[in-house]
C-alpha cells in the first residue's frame, strides 16, 4: 500500500512539473467538439436507426472507481461491499427515441432556471440569498445562446434559440412546477441550471419523469448526481471532488490532526461538508467539533467558542460567502489565528469586501482554474464584460459551459429529447470547456480537474495538485467488486 | 443464430425432460395443482416446479383510444381500469376490453399529466395525482381540483395518491398532504413533524390488512405511519434507511432496503416490498432480503415502482421489461420484455441454494406482451396483471393463474447457459 502510495505521490509530482510548463502555453482554441468526430457519426447511426421498441447497442461508459475516491478514503474500505453503484453508466431504455421531429418550429426553445428574483428565504425567513450567484449564470447561459444566434441558430432549420427563463427559489418546491412547465407547456428541448441542493433535486426528478435533459452547472452537492437517473449531467466539479484536494492538503501535505468544522445549516453545508468529515475519520483524524449555523444569523459567538474551546489546528467553513466572511471577522477579532479554510462560495469580491485584510491567507476550494491561459477563455470574459459591463465569474463560466455544450447537442441530435440526451451522455470526448476540459464520468458528473484558491497579496491564485505537489491516495484502478483480496462483506 | 439457439435449447429441453420439443403453448392448457410450499431445509424444485407465465396479453395505446401512449399510472377497481397518461385521463372498460372514455384538459382534467390514480372503495370516487397540477377528484362526472394556493395541498407536484378510509394522502414533490375529506382538513407531513430528512415524496400506498400508510421517499428511503398508533395518540412513523448510509455503495445485501432514494412501496399479507432506482426490497416483519441485477433475477437496478400481489409475489417496473418476483425460496423470476414485434418472458431461478446467481430455466415466447419494456407502474386484478409503460398499457390475462410453484410441462425452452451468462 505504500509503495502504491509512493508511486502515485511521485507521479503527481511529475505531472504538476509538466502542467505547470503547459499552463505557461496559451491553448488553441477549441471551441466545441467537431461535428464530423467519427465517434459522434457513429453515435448518430445507432440512434437514427431505431424504433420505439429497439435500444441502441451503445457502450456504455464503465468507471474502474468511482469519482476517482482513493483507497483509503472509500466507505467501509476494509470490505467488499455487496454492490457498488455509478460505475456503470445508465442506459435510457424508453421510446424517446423514435419520436418524430416537429414539423414547424418557430424557435427552439431552452430553459434555464436558477435563482435569479429575489423572494423570501426557505432557510432564514429573511430574503433570499442566491442572485448574486444565479443572476451570473443566467448572463453565461443567455451570452452562450446569443453567441449561436449570431452564428445562424438552430442550423438545421436556420432558427433562432430562444431561452425560457424560470426562477427556482420560490417557496414549496416550486422549482417542480417550473420544470414542469417547461417540458409540457414551453416544450423546451433540455434545461440548463438550479443551484439550490433542494431545488436540484426536484427538478431532476421531474425532468426524469417528463423526459427532458438537465444540464447543471451550479450545485456542487455529491448526492446530486448519485441518483441514477439517465437525464442528468453535470458540468461543475462538486463538493466530493473540492473535500478531497482540501482534506489532502490539509492532512496528507500540512500534516494536520485536529481540523475544526462550521458549516450553515442547510442542505449546502451539511452535504458539502460531510465528505470533509468523512474524508477526516478514514484518514484517523476525525473532527473534534462540527457547529451548524442557521444562514443569516450574523452573530457566531456561540458557535465559535466552542470551536474554540477544542484547540483546533485550522477551521473549515461550508456556506454563503457572507457568513464565510463573518466568520473569520469575528474569529479573528476573538484571538482565533488558526488558519482558515472553505468552500468555493467564499471566493467572491464580497468574501474579501467584508473580511478587508483577514482574508489574506485564506484558502478555498475552487471548481477551476480562472488563470489558466486559454484563447476561448479570454474571448468568453471579453464577450461577457462587453455584454454585461461585468466581469464572469465561476457561475457565469460554468453555466456558459453548459448551455454551449447543450445547444451544441442539439445541433449534433436535432430536435429530439432522448437523442440530445444521447449525445450528451456519450460525448466522445471531453467537453472543451472555457472552465477547463469537462470529462464526464459514467455517472455523466464533470470528474475534471478541481483547485485551490489562495488570497495572496490581494488576489486569488489558483493552484492545482500538481502545483503544490498534494498527494492522492492510492486510487485503485478497477471496482472493488472485481478487485480481488478483499474480504466480502456479502452475507 | 437466433433460430440455431433456439433449436439448441430444445433439444436440451427435451433431452431433459423427456417430452417432446417444446411449442407455445397458452397457460390457461397447464393442469397440475400448486406444490405445497417446500419445508426448511429441503433440496431446491426440481427444474419442473415452474411459475405461472403469463402468455395472453392485450395492449392499449393512442391506436386504440389512449389520449397518449406515455402512461404514468394504472388501477383497477372492479370493471374499471382507470389510466394516467402525461396527456389525459383513459377509462378502460374490462369487459368490453376498450377504451371506454378519455379526459383532457378540454374536458375539464385540471391538469394534463396525471400521475398516479386511487379509487375510493366506498363511494368509487378517482382520486388523481397530478404531475404539477395538484390533487383532483372525479366523482360523478365532475372534477373537483385542489392546488397548493387554494388548499393545505403543499406541492402541486404530486407523485402518488392513497385513499385511507375518510383520507386521501398526496406523495408531493415538497412533502405529503393528507385531506379528511368529511372533515375538509389538511395535514401537511414533512420534515418538521415526521423522520423525512428529505421531503422528496414519491409514493404513497395504505395497507388495510396492516392498517398502516407508507411513503416511498427520495432521500428518505421508507416511511411508515401506523393508524393505530396514530389513533392512540402515540408516535405513529417509523422510518427504515439504508443502514450503510452511503450513496456509492449497498454494503450487506439483506440488511435492509438497499437505498434511500426509493421510488415504490406495498404491503401485503405483513411483508413490504420496496423498490428504488438501486434494486429493490422486500422485509417480512423480521427479515430483509435485497434484490439487484447483479444475481441475474431482477431484469435491472432501474424501478418506478412495485406492486405487490401477496408474501411472495410482487412485480417490479423497471426500465429492462416487467420483473416478476413469484417464489422466495427458491427464487423465482419472470421478465416480460418486448422485443420489437415480438415478446418473451424469461423464468429465472436460483436452482441451488448456494448459488450466487439465478439460472435462466425456461424462456417462453409470448408474442407482444408489454407493449414496452420500460414499466412505469403496475396493478393486480384477480389473476390478471396491468402495467403502464412508456408505450402504453399492457393486460396480462391470467387465465389459470397460479401462484408460487407447480409442476406443469414446460412452456418454452430452457436455455443451456447459466444466469450468470444471461443476465445483463
Known amino acids: 500500500m505504500k509503495r502504491h502510495a509512493l508511486i502515485a505521490s511521485a507521479l503527481v509530482v511529475v505531472a504538476g512539473l509538466l502542467f505547470a510548463a503547459d499552463r505557461k502555453t496559451q491553448a488553441p482554441l477549441k471551441e466545441w467538439i467537431a461535428f464530423d468526430n467519427p465517434r459522434l457519426i457513429e453515435l448518430l447511426k445507432k440512434i437514427n436507426g431505431v424504433d420505439a421498441f429497439t435500444v441502441p447497442a451503445l457502450e456504455v461508459r464503465k468507471d474502474d472507481n468511482y469519482a476517482q475516491t482513493a483507497e483509503d478514503l472509500e466507505p467501509f474500505g476494509g470490505v467488499k461491499p455487496y454492490q457498488?453503484?455509478?460505475?456503470?453508466?445508465?442506459?435510457?431504455?424508453?421510446?424517446?427515441?423514435?419520436?418524430?421531429?416537429?414539423?414547424?418550429?418557430?424557435?427552439?426553445?431552452?430553459?434555464?432556471?436558477?435563482?435569479?428574483?429575489?423572494?423570501?428565504?426557505?432557510?432564514?425567513?429573511?430574503?433570499?440569498?442566491?442572485?448574486?450567484?444565479?443572476?451570473p449564470m443566467m448572463q453565461g447561459?443567455?451570452?452562450?445562446?446569443?453567441?449561436?444566434?449570431?452564428?445562424?441558430?438552430?442550423?438545421?432549420?436556420?432558427?433562432?434559440?430562444?431561452?425560457?427563463?424560470?426562477?427556482?427559489?420560490?417557496?414549496?418546491?416550486?422549482?417542480?412546477?417550473?420544470?414542469?412547465?417547461?417540458?409540457?407547456?414551453?416544450?423546451?428541448?433540455?434545461?440548463?441550471?438550479?443551484?439550490?441542493?433542494?431545488?436540484?433535486?426536484?427538478?431532476?426528478?421531474?425532468?426524469?419523469?417528463?423526459?427532458?435533459?438537465?444540464?447543471n452547472s451550479g450545485d456542487t452537492d455529491p448526492t446530486f448526481i448519485e441518483t441514477n437517473i439517465p437525464w442528468v449531467v453535470r458540468v461543475i466539479g462538486d463538493d466530493r471532488q473540492q473535500a478531497y484536494i482540501l482534506a489532502d492538503y490539509l492532512y496528507r501535505t500540512l500534516k494536520y490532526e485536529r481540523i475544526g468544522l462550521i458549516r450553515a445549516s442547510n442542505r449546502y453545508g451539511r452535504f458539502g461538508i460531510r465528505k470533509v468529515v468523512d474524508?477526516?475519520?478514514?484518514?484517523?483524524?476525525?473532527?473534534?467539533?462540527?457547529?451548524?449555523?442557521?444562514?443569516?444569523?450574523?452573530?457566531?459567538?456561540?458557535?465559535?467558542?466552542?470551536?474554540?474551546?477544542?484547540?483546533?489546528?485550522?477551521?473549515?467553513?461550508?456556506?454563503?460567502?457572507?457568513?464565510?466572511?463573518?466568520?473569520?471577522?469575528?474569529?479573528?477579532?476573538?484571538?482565533?489565528?488558526?488558519?482558515?479554510?472553505?468552500?468555493?462560495?467564499?471566493?467572491?469580491?464580497?468574501?474579501?469586501?467584508?473580511?478587508?485584510?483577514?482574508?489574506?491567507?485564506?484558502?478555498?476550494?475552487?471548481?477551476?482554474d480562472p488563470e489558466r491561459r486559454d484563447a476561448k477563455l479570454d474571448k468568453f470574459r471579453k464577450a461577457y464584460r462587453e455584454r454585461f459591463g461585468a466581469e464572469a465569474e465561476t457561475y457565469a463560466a460554468h453555466a456558459y459551459d453548459g448551455m454551449n455544450m447543450l445547444i451544441w447537442a442539439v445541433q449534433v441530435a436535432g430536435l429530439n429529447r432522448a437523442k440530445i440526451r444521447d449525445v450528451l451522455a456519450y460525448l466522445p470526448e471531453p467537453w472543451p470547456g472555457v472552465t477547463g476540459d469537462i470529462p464526464l464520468s459514467a455517472c455523466l458528473d464533470d470528474v475534471g480537474d478541481v483547485y485551490l484558491a489562495k488570497r495572496e497579496k490581494s488576489a486569488w491564485h489558483y493552484y492545482s495538485r500538481a502545483d503544490l505537489g498534494i498527494p492522492k491516495g492510492y486510487i485503485p484502478p478497477v471496482d472493488r467488486l472485481s478487485r480481488a483480496g478483499n474480504q466480502t462483506a456479502q452475507k | 443464430m437466433r433460430i440455431l439457439r433456439r433449436i439448441g435449447l430444445m433439444a436440451i429441453v427435451g433431452a431433459r425432460h423427456a417430452v417432446p420439443p417444446p411449442i407455445l403453448v397458452l397457460a390457461a392448457g397447464v393442469s397440475a395443482s400448486a406444490a405445497p410450499p417446500a419445508p426448511p431445509g429441503a433440496p431446491h424444485a426440481s427444474p419442473l416446479q415452474l411459475p405461472y407465465v403469463y402468455t395472453k396479453w392485450r395492449q392499449f395505446t393512442t391506436e386504440n383510444g389512449l389520449p397518449s401512449d406515455h402512461v404514468f399510472a394504472v388501477k383497477v377497481n372492479g370493471n374499471d381500469v382507470w389510466v394516467g397518461t402525461d396527456d389525459g385521463l383513459a377509462l378502460i372498460d374490462k369487459q368490453q376490453g376498450k377504451v371506454a372514455k378519455v379526459w383532457k384538459e378540454k374536458d375539464g382534467l385540471p391538469f394534463r399529466a396525471v400521475d398516479g390514480i386511487d379509487v375510493d372503495p366506498n363511494t368509487g370516487d378517482v382520486w388523481i395525482a397530478l404531475f404539477g397540477g395538484g390533487l383532483a377528484r372525479l366523482s360523478g362526472g365532475r372534477f373537483d381540483h385542489w392546488n397548493q394556493l387554494n388548499s393545505g395541498l403543499v406541492n402541486d407536484v404530486v407523485y402518488g395518491v392513497a385513499v385511507q378510509g375518510d383520507n386521501v394522502w398526496a406523495a408531493t414533490t415538497a412533502g405529503c398532504s393528507r385531506l379528511n375529506f368529511k372533515t375538509h382538513q389538511w395535514t401537511i407531513f414533512n420534515e418538521k413533524n415526521s423522520p423525512m430528512e428529505e421531503i422528496w415524496n414519491y409514493a404513497v400506498t395504505y395497507s388495510k390488512q396492516a392498517n398502516k400508510v407508507f411513503l416511498a421517499v427520495w432521500g428518505s428511503g421508507i416511511l411508515e405511519y401506523d393508524l393505530e398508533k396514530a389513533a392512540r395518540g402515540e408516535p405513529a412513523w417509523n422510518e427504515y434507511l439504508d443502514p450503510d448510509r452511503e450513496m456509492e455503495i449497498d454494503l450487506y445485501r439483506d440488511d435492509g432496503i438497499n437505498h434511500v432514494i426509493d421510488t415504490g412501496v406495498t404491503n401485503v399479507d405483513g411483508v413490504m416490498w420496496t423498490s428504488s432506482y438501486f434494486g429493490g426490497s422486500r422485509y417480512d416483519g423480521r427479515h430483509w432480503r435485497g434484490f439487484s441485477d447483479i444475481e441475474g433475477g431482477m431484469p435491472s437496478l432501474f424501478h418506478n415502482n412495485v406492486k405487490g400481489r401477496s408474501a411472495d409475489e410482487a412485480w417490479y417496473c423497471s426500465d429492462k421489461g416487467a420483473g416478476a418476483i413469484v417464489n422466495m425460496e427458491p427464487e423465482t423470476w419472470v421478465v416480460y420484455t418486448r422485443e420489437g414485434n415480438n415478446g418473451k418472458a424469461v423464468v429465472k431461478q436460483r436452482t441451488r441454494p448456494d448459488a450466487p446467481t439465478l439460472d435462466t430455466i425456461e424462456v417462453v415466447e409470448t408474442g407482444i406482451n408489454v407493449p414496452h419494456s420500460f414499466i412505469i407502474n403496475a396493478d393486480v386484478d384477480g389473476n390478471d396483471v396491468w402495467l403502464a409503460t412508456a408505450h402504453g398499457v399492457g393486460w396480462g390475462i391470467g387465465d389459470g393463474y397460479y401462484p408460487r410453484l407447480k409442476e406443469r410441462a414446460p412452456l418454452g425452452a430452457a436455455p443451456a447457459q447459466p444466469a450468470a451468462a444471461t443476465a445483463r
Not at chain 1, 148 to 172: C, H, Q, S
Not at chain 1, 293 to 318: C, I, M
Not at chain 1, 358 to 367: D, H, I, K, L, R
Open chain 1, 84 to 135: 457498488e453503484f455509478f460505475l456503470k453508466q445508465m442506459e435510457y431504455t424508453g421510446p424517446g427515441r423514435a419520436e418524430p421531429e416537429p414539423e414547424h418550429v418557430d424557435t427552439v426553445k431552452l430553459g434555464f432556471i436558477g435563482p435569479i428574483t429575489s423572494t423570501v428565504s426557505a432557510a432564514t425567513g429573511g430574503k433570499s440569498h442566491e442572485e448574486a450567484l444565479g443572476i
Open chain 1, 141 to 215: 447561459a443567455r451570452l452562450a445562446i446569443e453567441e449561436w444566434n449570431a452564428r445562424g441558430g438552430y442550423l438545421k432549420r436556420k432558427i433562432p434559440f430562444e431561452m425560457v427563463t424560470k426562477n427556482d427559489n420560490g417557496l414549496w418546491g416550486a422549482s417542480g412546477n417550473e420544470i414542469i412547465r417547461m417540458a409540457y407547456d414551453d416544450k423546451v428541448w433540455g434545461i440548463l441550471g438550479t443551484i439550490d441542493g433542494a431545488n436540484s433535486h426536484i427538478a431532476i426528478r421531474v425532468a426524469l419523469k417528463a423526459e427532458v435533459v438537465m444540464v
Open chain 1, 279 to 368: 474524508t477526516s475519520r478514514r484518514l484517523q483524524k476525525p473532527v473534534p467539533i462540527e457547529m451548524a449555523y442557521k444562514v443569516g444569523q450574523g452573530d457566531f459567538s456561540l458557535e465559535l467558542t466552542r470551536l474554540k474551546k477544542t484547540n483546533p489546528q485550522a477551521v473549515v467553513h461550508w456556506g454563503d460567502a457572507v457568513e464565510g466572511a463573518q466568520i473569520l471577522n469575528q474569529m479573528r477579532k476573538m484571538g482565533m489565528t488558526m488558519p482558515y479554510y472553505a468552500c468555493d462560495r467564499c471566493v467572491s469580491d464580497e468574501f474579501v469586501k467584508i473580511t478587508g485584510p483577514n482574508a489574506e491567507g485564506v484558502v478555498c476550494a475552487f471548481p477551476w
